[in-house]
């Protein structure tokens, strides 16, 4: 069965980091790209982030770039996301998504999230 | 960006009946497009993948339409488990984008 299950959300204030953590199971993690998508309080689905299997290939939105950073360990069948310089906006609950592997990005399976507060 | 528009925010609907929801998108996106389902405090699940195939183990009377830059979500006779907000999804280009959503609630 597949399973993801997100960690390391919390309070921090702003101008903090924080790294969330997607721990991966039932599956071959590495064949697969991964992604981060957010849902801020009472909002939709905002996509933040992808990684490719190999790591060799990475997108970010533009409303986190060059703020966060995605990386993957696939002996640990980890992914994670490393939050630096957080502002109020990006508070929200933080998912981690499996790419289906169809023709294109889109998410099969999902972790259950983890809530980011940015906040003094 | 690839700015996606669903229509109508809310939809009522009674239990048995069938629901039509719509999503456009401002310029092709071909058939990369999917929809999600979201209950509250529940993550996403993926209903629908290029436009019209369901994702595994999602019955019959869920079912997709359109391309280019029109798409339909179809839920033919809606059961107490389908109010919920649904959410469609391009992945056509760079950045990946997401509707605002539709909830369907009872009528």
């Known amino acids: 069965e597949v399973q993801l299950v997100d960690s390391g959300g919390g309070l921090v204030q702003p101008g903090g980091s924080l790294r969330l953590s997607c721990a991966a199971s039932g599956f071959t993690f590495s064949s697969y790209s991964m992604n981060w998508v957010r849902q801020a309080p009472g909002k939709g689905l905002e996509w933040v982030s992808f990684?490719?299997?190999?790591?060799?290939?990475?997108y970010y939105a533009d409303s986190v770039k060059g703020r966060f950073t995605i990386s993957r360990d696939n002996a640990k069948n980890s992914l994670y996301l490393q939050m630096n310089s957080l502002r109020a906006e990006d508070t929200a609950v933080y998912y981690c998504a499996r790419d289906g592997g169809n023709s294109g990005v889109n998410f099969d399976y999902w972790g259950q999230g983890t809530l980011v507060t940015v906040s003094s | 960006e690839i700015v996606m528009t669903q229509s109508p925010d809310t939809l009522s609907v009674s239990p048995g009946e069938r629901a039509t929801l719509s999503c456009r998108a401002s310029?092709?996106?071909?058939?990369?497009l999917a929809w999600y389902q979201q209950k509250p405090g529940q993550a996403p699940r993926l209903l629908i993948y290029d436009t019209s195939t369901r994702a595994t183990g999602i019955p019959a009377r869920f079912s997709g339409s359109g391309s280019g830059t029109e798409f339909t979500l179809t839920i033919s006779s809606l059961q107490s488990g389908d109010f919920a907000v649904y959410y469609c999804?391009?992945?056509?280009?760079?950045?990946?984008?997401f509707g605002q959503g539709t909830k369907v609630e009872i009528k």
């Open positions: 999804q391009q992945y056509k280009n760079w950045p990946l984008t």
């Open positions: 990684i490719s299997g190999t790591s060799s290939t990475i």
């Open positions: 310029q092709s996106v071909g058939s990369n």
